[in-house]
């Protein structure tokens, strides 16, 4: 059974910083793009970061770039992601969610296509930043 299991959340004030986690079982680490959205009420959901974890490639949202760092530790199975620089617009819960790597597929067109059908969702981490 695939998870993903989210930690990390809470409360900050802004210009601080955070890091959240996602351990992910059930399924081949290496052959997954993995990272996170988030949700803030009444707005769309957004793709904020995702990282090809066989060659680290790496994606960014253009509101977090400069501030957010992803990062995957293949042994552990775990993705994090350092924010830093919070701002309370980052106030939103944030869900970690994967996507399989199809044959043939390449590290940019996985993060391509990750922001669009991810497979798999962790259950949320709220994150607040106060102003």
């Known amino acids: 059974e695939v998870q993903l299991v989210e930690s990390g959340g809470g409360l900050v004030q802004a210009g601080g910083s955070l890091r959240l986690s996602c351990a992910a079982s059930?399924?081949?680490?290496?052959?997954?793009?993995i990272g996170w959205f988030r949700q803030a009420p009444g707005k769309e959901r957004e793709g904020v970061s995702c990282?090809?974890?066989?060659?680290?490639?790496?994606y960014y949202a253009d509101s977090v770039k400069g501030r957010f760092t992803i990062s995957s530790d293949n042994a552990k199975n775990t993705v994090y992601l350092q924010m830093n620089s919070l701002k309370p617009e980052d106030t939103a819960v944030y869900y970690c969610?994967?996507?399989?790597?199809?044959?043939?597929?390449?590290?940019?067109?996985?993060?391509?296509?990750?922001?669009?059908?991810?497979?798999?969702w962790g259950q949320g981490t709220q994150v607040t930043v106060s102003s």
């Open positions: 969610a994967a996507l399989k790597r199809s044959a043939g597929v390449s590290s940019q067109l996985l993060l391509r296509l990750w922001q669009f059908h991810p497979n798999y």
């Open positions: 059930g399924f081949t680490f290496d052959d997954y793009g």
């Open positions: 990282i090809s974890s066989s060659d680290g490639s790496t």
